[in-house]
Nanobody, 122 residues
Framework: QLQLVESGGGLVQPGGSLRLSCTASGFTLDYYTIGWFRQAPGKEREGVSYISSDSTSTYYRGPVKGRFTISRDNAKNTVYLQMNSLKPEDTAVYYC???????????????WGQGTQVTVSS
């Protein structure tokens, strides 16, 4: 069974940090661009960051630039999203997804995880 599983979400105070993990089972992530998306209550899903299969290309949505860092360890079949200086507006369900494409468009993504909740609140 091909699936992506996110972990690492939770409740954190403003200014805190979390590291999300996205692990694949049933297939190797080596040839896939991996994206992180998030969806807050009442809002549309939005792309947060993505990383190319060889890690040479990354993208960050404007509001998270300088705070979030995406990385991957293909040996562990895992992609990470390090989130620092978290703000209440970062509260959302975070999803990872995989595509053999460039990663710039949400419709490109073939495999999706079930999501992990991130709540930033004092």
């Amino acid at each position: 069974q091909l699936q992506l599983v996110e972990s690492g979400g939770g409740l954190v105070q403003p200014g805190g940090s979390l590291r999300l993990s996205c692990t694949a089972s049933g297939f190797t992530l080596d040839y896939y661009t991996i994206g992180w998306f998030r969806q807050a209550p009442g809002k549309e899903r939005e792309g947060v960051s993505y990383i190319s299969s060889d890690s040479t290309s990354t993208y960050y949505r404007g509001p998270v630039k300088g705070r979030f860092t995406i990385s991957r360890d293909n040996a562990k079949n895992t992609v990470y999203l390090q989130m620092n200086s978290l703000k209440p507006e970062d509260t959302a369900v975070y999803y990872c997804a995989a595509t053999r494409g460039s990663g710039g468009y949400v419709h490109e993504y073939t495999y999706w995880g079930q999501g992990t909740q991130v709540t930033v609140s004092s």
